[in-house]
């Protein structure tokens, strides 16, 4: 059972307050420290699947508070251990129970709203090191393209350099935040062009051959690359969710995403257009598929915003990208569909 260490801190007159409140809250064990001054802290423990719930409480009650502050902790283990508490093979037979039941199933299925944003959010920064990462990365990728290696392609795919800010982007579009957006939007931009630049660099030094495989694969578009960067975008967002690690996941991000990029700026360095648009088509493609991914994975484990005012808005928001990206995807799936029959005629 993962267990988290939530600190609250408030003014001594809200003591019997928030004494009250811990009367229903679902807390493993709670304690009070007094601070310097007014005000009071207190650590509880529970289960991380009721962080989220347990969070929203404290804020609405207490955040008008001006001594107020919150902070979230892992814990890495608590002794004595609360021994799981067995159920009777009868306990959801009812009908009434099972939804409750089933909701229980879903609140473990994935860690806190607050978390999720922390760590998306964080893996926006437009740092040195994710540059460095993405001209690193950018690099093995295009020897490995000009060497015709999927060894070696696959070891820049590793690096995942691109998976945190479009996954930022997907939870921003779930959450209506304009600013995580923008933030997200700019660091993708810039570690494309990034890719981008080195790799036309590279293929004006090195003249890539356009008929070898591992490039020649990533000059068109199927039906099958729409699936497999739907895909990646669901297991990046998951492995968000659910707290996995990322670097492994990211490898199915990087896959739709990095090799048609450094494919297009080699052929773009060598002057080859024709298959150079082919692989920025791809690359477009995926991009959507991935974030329409995203945000639908983010939806489906309840991830939305704490308060109904904000919940609605981002709804809005949400239904009104999801659907200009739905109609995006239909039509490059109808010019993909369309050009395989054209050839399957000629």
């Known amino acids: 059972m993962s267990l988290r260490l939530i600190e609250i801190v408030v003014s001594k007159d809200n003591r019997e307050k928030i004494r009250t409140f811990f009367e229903d809250a679902p807390l493993l064990d709670n304690y009070e420290t007094p601070l310097m001054g007014d005000r009071l802290k207190f650590s509880l423990i529970l289960d991380s699947s009721e962080t989220e719930e347990v969070m929203d409480e404290l804020t609405d009650h207490f955040e008008s508070d ?28 009812t009908v009434d129970e099972v939804p409750e039941e089933k909701e229980k199933v879903e609140k473990k ?13 964080e893996a926006t920064g437009l740092t040195k090191i994710y540059m460095a ?48 957006a923008w933030r997200a939007t700019y660091t993708n931009l810039v570690g494309i062009l990034l890719a981008l630049v080195v790799s036309v660099i590279l293929g004006l030094i090195f003249k890539p051959d356009a008929s070898s495989q591992e490039i020649a694969t990533r000059t068109s578009v199927s039906l099958a690359d729409i699936a497999l960067a739907l895909v990646a975008g669901a297991a990046g967002s998951l492995a968000f969710t659910t707290g996995v690690s990322t670097a492994l996941v990211g490898v199915m991000v990087a896959v739709a995403l990095l090799p048609p990029l450094v494919t297009c700026g080699l052929l773009i360095g060598s002057g080859d257009w024709d298959p150079a648009q082919g692989s920025f088509l791809l690359l477009l493609t995926n991009l ?59």
């Open 109 to 121: 299925s994935r860690i806190s709203r607050e978390v999720l944003y922390e760590d998306i959010s």
């Open 288 to 346: 959507i598929c991935i974030n329409l991914a995203g945000v639908l994975t983010f939806m489906a484990q309840g991830i939305r915003p704490r308060t109904w005012y904000d919940a609605e808005r981002a709804k809005r928001h949400t239904r009104r990208a999801v659907i200009i990206w739905i109609v995006l995807l239909a039509a490059l799936a109808f010019v993909i569909f369309m050009a395989g029959r054209h050839w399957e005629v000629i």
């Open 66 to 93: 001006p001594n107020f502050r919150l902070i979230l902790q892992d814990v890495l283990t608590s002794l004595p251990r609360k021994e799981e508490e067995e159920q009777p093979p009868e306990a959801a037979e």
């Open 133 to 180: 990462m993405v001209i690193l990365s950018a690099l093995v990728a295009a020897v490995g393209l000009l060497k015709d290696n999927l060894a070696v392609i696959i070891g820049a795919m590793v690096i995942a350099p691109l998976l945190g800010p479009n996954v930022a982007l997907a939870l921003s579009t779930t959450l209506g935040d304009t600013k995580l």
